[in-house]
């Protein structure tokens, strides 16, 4: 079988490792996890970034540190990973669902702002609240879906006019250029970056804040570590333990060196996908991705606008069967149980795509054999069906 995309652990991961056995360093303090914020500074442009345990606590510490809390609202994008939403109920607080934008699949600036303009509301106070549930709205989460960069100028205009803070989730975004500018520089507060064995870069598990804050960086990471003040066990708030180990920043330092290196082969991965199915468009489409927005390919794939779900499910079976691995893609957070009863401002893209994109391998190891028996199991069946 063919792996969708598995982690390419052939660099320094060993030593590195090796290394943490041999000096005893395995827990949450060590040199590699110095090493690796400061590797995760440069690549974003940063000005501070803390290393976490995951991506998922990197986005509940970043929405709890600006204040979400219970009963709290966070504008999140129906079409993401369940972790974006998990980060709110964390803080107590529910997510409100909005739509995606048909050209990038990311949040829709346009349904942000007709969101806010019609059903929120301030308060005597100036908390801007959420008409049907009373709830005060916080934050702005949009997320980097495929690792693309949404409309960050637009939402972050329409934020700062609401006097809410941006939190991006550029969870498999790492390498992403918004703007021209890195990814630190977006206009987000904070972004969140995660280093499962499915993004770009690993670190078997793990996340990162970054940010050009350097104060509220400092005082994440004093969150995030306990808010230990003193030796002496003193501790000023209740923080979380959402540390990184010197055993996961082993493995995300040497993977961090070969940055470059998987951005291109992840780009010329998908740049093959797109020149092989170009003739068989509309029947098969390459991923969203709107003219002069900036995108990592974490992941490559096809969209197939016009498929029905039996379609899709014949598709995933001749995958099957030609040894290609072939898993579905998010469903919307509107379809999760847990979010059964979130507010929700939706159009119905997110509904018309999620189940018409099809991943496919792009692990940057992928061979060029490899690649091309997926190329000729995707002609084959569109090639016939379309
Ligand atoms: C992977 C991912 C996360 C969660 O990161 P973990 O490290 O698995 O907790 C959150 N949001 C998005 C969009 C993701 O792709």
Not at 20 to 40: H, I, K, L, Q, W
Not at 164 to 178: E, S
Not at 341 to 352: E, K
Request: charged letters at 15%; glycine letters at 10%; a neutral charge.
């Amino acid at each position: 079988m063919i792996p969708l995309c598995v982690p390419n652990i052939s660099g320094n991961e060993g030593p590195y490792l090796q290394d943490c056995v041999a000096t005893t360093f395995v827990s949450s303090v060590g040199p590699y996890v110095d090493r690796f914020e400061s590797m995760m500074r440069e690549a974003t442009g940063a000005a501070f970034a803390v290393a976490t345990a995951s991506g998922t606590t990197a986005l509940h510490a970043a929405l709890h540190a600006v204040g979400v809390g219970p009963g709290d609202h966070v504008i999140v994008p129906t079409y993401t990973f369940i972790a974006s939403a998990n980060a709110v109920s964390q803080c107590h607080a529910t997510p409100i669902l909005v739509d995606v934008g048909a050209d990038d699949w990311c949040l829709d600036p346009a349904l942000l702002q007709a969101l806010l303009a019609t059903e929120a509301e301030r308060d005597i106070a100036g908390t801007l609240r959420l008409k049907r549930t009373g709830g005060a709205i916080r934050a702005i989460l949009p997320v980097f879906g495929m690792g693309l960069a949404p409309d960050m100028a637009r939402i972050c205009a329409i934020a700062k006019d609401a006097g809410l803070p941006v939190i991006a989730d550029a969870a498999a975004a790492l390498g992403t250029m918004v703007d021209g500018r890195p990814l630190a520089q977006s206009g987000a507060l904070l972004t969140c970056i995660s280093f499962n064995g499915n993004k770009l870069t690993t670190a078997g598990g793990g996340g990162a804040i970054v940010t050009m804050d350097e104060a509220l960086g400092r005082r994440l990471k004093h969150l995030t570590s306990t808010a230990r003040v003193t030796a002496a066990y003193d501790h000023d708030v209740a923080g979380f333990n959402y540390r990184m180990t010197n055993l996961q920043a082993a493995v995300g330092v040497a993977q961090s060196e070969r940055l470059a290196e998987f951005l291109h082969k992840k780009r010329a991965i998908a740049d093959r996908y797109a020149t092989a199915f170009a003739d068989i468009a509309p029947a098969v489409l390459p991923f969203a991705h709107p003219k002069g927005r900036d995108g990592n390919h974490w992941l490559s794939g096809i969209f197939c606008p016009t498929a029905t779900e039996a379609d899709m499910a014949a598709f995933r079976a001749a995958l099957a069967a030609a040894g290609v691995e072939s898993r579905a893609f998010w469903k919307p957070m509107h379809h999760q149980a847990p979010y059964a009863a979130a507010p929700r401002h939706l159009n119905g893209v997110a509904d018309a795509i999620w189940n018409r994109i099809q991943p496919l391998p792009c692990s940057t190891h992928l061979t060029g054999e490899d690649q091309q028996t997926v190329i000729a199991a995707v002609r084959g069946f569109w090639g016939r069906a379309g």
